[in-house]
Nanobody
């Protein structure tokens, strides 16, 4: 069982930057690919980014490619999402999740989810 706790979300102006963190419990963190998803009010949850178990591979949604960077520190059991060039369309609750698959982008392939952290981008 893995417990995930996100942090770092807040109100930021358009064009600003944020770094989200997701701390995982347990000693098997490096056994999971880690992903970030987001859900805006009234919309479905959507994939944002994923990083492989070792951190050597990443994959991004087209909407964030070039602006967001996912990384992980297996020694600290933490995955990060660096977000630059934020715009109001990025406003959402951001969730981290763990998966036993290699580099998944589909929510159904993720086993454990955090509670989410709110990111609000003002125009």
């Amino acid at each position: 069982h893995v417990q995930l706790v996100e942090s770092g979300g807040r109100l930021v102006q358009a064009g600003g930057s944020l770094r989200l963190s997701c701390a995982a419990s347990g000693r098997t963190f490096s056994s999971y690919a880690m992903g970030w998803f987001r859900q805006a009010t009234g919309k479905e949850r959507e994939f944002v980014a994923v990083i492989s178990r070792s951190g050597g591979s990443t994959y991004y949604a087209d909407s964030v490619k070039g602006r967001f960077t996912i990384s992980r520190d297996n020694a600290k059991n933490t995955v990060y999402l660096r977000m630059n060039g934020l715009n109001p369309e990025d406003t959402a609750v951001y969730y981290c999740a763990s998966s036993s698959s290699l580099l998944p982008s589909v929510a159904d392939t993720y086993n454990y989810w955090g509670q989410g952290t709110q990111v609000t981008v003002s125009s």
